[in-house]
């Protein structure tokens, strides 16, 4: 069965500091990876997605993420955090591409210490 | 375009009562995605559709629940006999098929259900 786990559920980070969030997913193909922020009051934006390629991908706000298949992982990162960082993130796992039924992990809140 | 609009964005019911959310897509988008996200939890997949026709359903969506897209453009969730159960965010969300570009699944901001 498809799943993905996200084993922290809260973490707090000082403002500057370098941030990791993980992510392990199960999936028996090769699988379509996301990353989403859900920030209160706003809907889920999505931060960087892995098809293929380069196992090192870049998104938006300064985030990253590297795909590790012999791990089943698929790590966020960010080298210094910002204020405006703190919100939910969300590590998905689609089947087919973007647009098909993606599965969500339980989140990780993350809290900015100023 | 003004991005994925779900309405309404709060609802309060009491427990039993029919409700009906609504969900209209950006307007180039033929698929529409519905899901549902509790507190603490992750959004879980209800259903989605490519233009009219329902291409998929989870087990979550019980006989209460029933979605439509009947033109292709806007979709409506209704929900029968509300249960306490179902308080939660009903999240919408449209994209592209794909082979037509990019296909990320952009999200409305939710419609929240409390049911008394």
């Known amino acids: 069965a498809q799943s993905v786990t996200q084993p922290d559920i809260h973490i707090t980070v000082s403002e500057g500091a370098s941030l990791e969030l993980r992510c392990n997913y199960s999936y028996g193909a090769t699988p379509y990876l996301f990353w989403y922020v859900q920030s209160p009051g706003q809907g889920l934006q999505l931060l960087l997605k892995?098809?293929?390629?380069?196992?090192l991908v870049q998104g938006i706000k300064g985030f990253e993420a590297e795909f590790k298949r012999s791990q089943s992982s698929f790590n966020l990162r960010k080298p210094s955090v910002h204020w405006s960082d703190a919100a939910e993130y969300f590590c998905a796992v689609g089947r087919y591409s973007s647009a098909s039924k993606i599965i969500f992990g339980s989140g990780t809140r993350l809290s900015i210490r100023p | 375009d003004t991005g994925v609009s779900q309405n309404p964005r709060h609802k309060i019911t009491k427990r039993g009562q029919n409700v009906t959310f609504r969900c209209d897509p950006i307007s180039e988008h033929n698929r529409l995605y519905w899901y549902r996200q509790t507190l603490g939890q992750g959004p879980e997949f209800l259903t989605y559709f490519q233009n009219e026709a329902q291409l998929e359903k989870s087990r979550l969506l019980s006989d209460r629940f029933s979605a439509e897209r009947p033109k292709g453009s806007f979709s409506t969730l209704e929900i029968q006999r509300t249960e306490q159960g179902d308080s939660a965010m009903y999240l919408c969300?449209?994209?592209?098929?794909?082979?037509?570009?990019?296909?990320?699944?952009?999200f409305g901001p939710g419609t929240r259900l409390t049911v008394l």
């Open positions: 892995y098809f293929s390629g380069d196992t």
């Open positions: 969300a449209s994209s592209s098929e794909p082979g037509t570009g990019e296909n990320e699944q952009f």
